[in-house]
């Protein structure tokens, strides 16, 4: 994982309710175990028309969403079944960041543990960064706040451990190698127990 403590983006939006992990990614595209690629996969059929051209209707195809790394999205987004393809699609597709009033939890738990925020915010704040896509936004995953163009702040909680790996580039089993030594210390002093 890349580390990340800040993160400057414009915002696109995706505001349907509801947007499954089959969505994200669809089922049949889970045969692999590497990452690269699956940016082109992300939202497949949602995004391509039969004939694999571009559909104009999908909101990430439009020249404005182009570049953006944080994605705004409706209600319930991740829902569905537990892959990891669903955040490796997003991340490789280029979106760093899905802000969202309610984010499904194990879509959550995935996208943290591989170096995308997933960050839950107020109704309120959701509903008024729904209707400005392509504004301006940084997080600061250290103090955990979203900066707002007009000064103002969103603040948000992320757990403990997921954000020291997040701030670190670590994953779960990076973390662990960290500490190889003193797991290894601690073994050996329980076998000579």
Known sequence: MKPISRLHSRTAVLADEN?????IIPARFLTT?????????????????????DN???PLN????RGCAILIAGRNFGCGSSREHAPWALLDYGIRAVLCSEIADIFRGNAL???LLAIAIDELEHRW?????????AIDVREQYIA?????????????FARHCLLNGVDQLGYLLQ???TITHYEHQEQAA
Request: glycine fraction near 12%; include cysteine; aromatic fraction near 8%.
């Open 56 to 58: 104009p209707a999908f």
């Open 148 to 160: 707002l163009p007009d000064g103002g702040r969103i603040p948000f909680r992320l757990e403990p």
């Open 19 to 23: 947007i499954d992990t089959d969505r």
């Open 33 to 53: 175990t590497t990452r690269e690629g699956l940016g082109q996969l992300c939202f497949h059929d949602w995004r391509y028309q039969a004939d694999g051209s």
């Open 62 to 65: 439009r020249p404005e969403a």
């Open 113 to 115: 543990k591989n170096g």
């Open 179 to 181: 500490h190889a030594d």
């Open 129 to 137: 960064l729904l209707k400005h896509p392509g504004i301006e936004l």
